[in-house]
């Protein structure tokens, strides 16, 4: 398949490489758009009010690589629009650094609107995060991004996961259907891991800021939210706790339905 890979980590992420050595291997044909630095949480956005350049770069992936120096959605409106010679058959966005489950996470994430973003343009969307514990996650950003052996060892798992299910989703999702599908590994993926549907678990968010500070400023401070998500289905969140592969199905052509 024709793959446009994105990320909102950033072009120098270890986890957008793994995923695009893994779609290489398994013999896909592979374009990278992604933003030059971290986009986490931007959602959406569009660089609006400024110009946005983009650069063709050899990243040391092997593939066409162009760095843009904006958002996800950027990176996959310019890259789809202008950079790509052929029209990709789907966008995959990710290996986020962190799950992306819940409400409240879907709703900002970048990785999750680099993916939907494709599905704007009438292709499949498809997400991937990859779930790491606090103290992983510290100890990453500490040492600038480099995963050690065990990490890299479950992300190269994952990787390898996210190559073997990508096309599958793709060729069972329509043209113009708007749906991205958000996948979720758990933080001890392995080949043997299976996956599970799953809704999206509903996060009421408390605040994401610490207090006003006497110079007049709120830094963002990282929370889960309180899970309210009623019994009945199994969440992206339960799934990911119970050691699955959480896979749900974004429709947003349903959105404001009746």
Known sequence: MRLLVTNDDGIGSVFLHELVRALLAAGHEVFVVAPKLEQSWTGASKSR??????????????????????????????????????????????????????????????????????ALHGLPGIAFSQSIPIAAYDDLKEK??????????????????????????????????????????????????????????????????SPRAEDGTHHFVYRLGEDISPGGSLTDRAALDAGFISHSVLDFSKLGSI
């Not at 120096?69 to 986020?96: E, F, K, Q, Y």
């Not at 989703?169 to 599970?196: D, G, K, Y």
């Open 49 to 118: 009010h400024r110009p946005v350049h983009s650069a063709r770069q050899d990243a040391g992936l092997g593939c066409p690589t162009w760095v843009v120096d904006g958002t996800p959605c950027d990176s996959v409106n310019i890259g789809i629009g202008h950079l790509l010679p052929v029209r990709p058959d789907a966008v995959l966005s990710g290996i986020n650094i962190g799950q992306n489950a819940g409400l409240e996470f879907i709703m900002g994430s970048g990785t999750v609107a680099g993916a939907s973003e494709g």
């Open 144 to 209: 600038g991004g480099k995963p050690d052996e065990g990490l890299l060892s479950v992300l190269r798992a994952s990787a390898a996961q996210a190559a073997l299910l990508a096309p599958a989703l793709a060729a069972q999702t329509p043209e113009r259907s708007f749906i991205v599908h958000n996948l979720n590994f758990p933080h001890a993926c392995s080949a043997a891991t299976q996956v599970r549907r799953a809704v999206p678990a509903r996060i009421r968010a408390h605040s994401l800021f």
